[in-house]
């Protein structure tokens, strides 16, 4: 089975600054990790997702994720802050039928 | 054009009533979803189903019945409804039930039982 941990509830960064969301995952076999974004009181948007092939992955809205095999982590990354990011970022897993989500990391950018 | 909507997207109602919830995909998908988040914003896969057939029932109430008239539309029907059962529900489509595909979401019905 696939699933996925956020270590941290709150992530705050000030606008312009790199972020980093974290998440590890545990798997039984080779992973599937996605990233999701929710805005407060919409859907869940994909971000980007890491199949095979290169660890870097480029997403939508200047997003990118670093799998890690050796230290089993998925973590979302972007260069250069801004209060828009400011959100809800999900890690997810598909070990099957359906995305396995981690608990969600809560995205404040400051001006 | 939406690629996959639900409605309604707020619903208060009381307890004890029953209530449905549609959602339609427009994006030609096999795979749908019905995904519960809680007060705390945790996400829980509760069905999924692939060509209008049932493949996945998570340890969901029976008061819960999802009906899958055609693979473009899953529909989430809810009986006896309880204070618990508030939430926001979001429907979600897939293009396969690989595991390599990324699942699109609806913008969720906020249900509110009072």
């Known amino acids: 089975a696939q699933s996925v941990a956020q270590p941290e509830d709150q992530v705050n960064v000030a606008e312009g600054n790199p972020l980093t969301v974290k998440c590890t995952y545990s798997?039984?076999?080779?992973?599937?990790l996605f990233w999701y974004v929710q805005y407060p009181n919409r859907g869940l948007q994909f971000l980007l997702k890491?199949?095979?092939?290169?660890?870097l992955v480029k997403g939508s809205y200047g997003f990118e994720a670093e799998f890690n095999k050796s230290q089993t982590s998925f973590h979302l990354k972007k260069p250069s802050a801004l209060v828009s990011d400011s959100a809800l970022y999900f890690c997810?897993?598909?070990?099957?039928?359906?995305?396995?989500f981690g608990k969600g990391t809560s995205l404040l950018v400051t001006p | 054009d939406t690629a996959v909507s639900q409605t309604p997207k707020y619903l208060v109602t009381q307890m004890g009533n029953d209530k449905s919830i549609k959602c339609e995909q427009n994006?030609?998908?096999?795979?749908m979803y019905w995904y519960k988040q809680d007060s705390k914003k945790f996400l829980k896969i509760m069905f999924s189903?692939?060509?209008?057939?049932?493949?996945i029932n998570e340890t969901v109430p029976n008061r819960f019945s999802p009906k899958s008239p055609d693979k473009a539309h899953l529909n989430l029907h809810i009986n006896s409804l309880e204070l618990g059962d508030s939430a926001v529900y979001f429907c979600?489509?897939?293009?396969?039930?690989?595991?390599?595909?990324?699942?699109?979401f609806g913008q969720g019905t906020r249900l509110t039982v009072v």
């Open positions: 997810a897993a598909r070990p099957g039928y359906a995305l396995n």
């Open positions: 979600a489509s897939s293009d396969t039930t690989w595991g390599n595909t990324e699942a699109f």
């Open positions: 798997v039984s076999g080779n992973p599937y």
């Open positions: 994006l030609g998908h096999d795979t």
């Open positions: 189903y692939n060509n209008k057939e049932l493949i």
């Open positions: 890491y199949i095979t092939g290169d660890n």
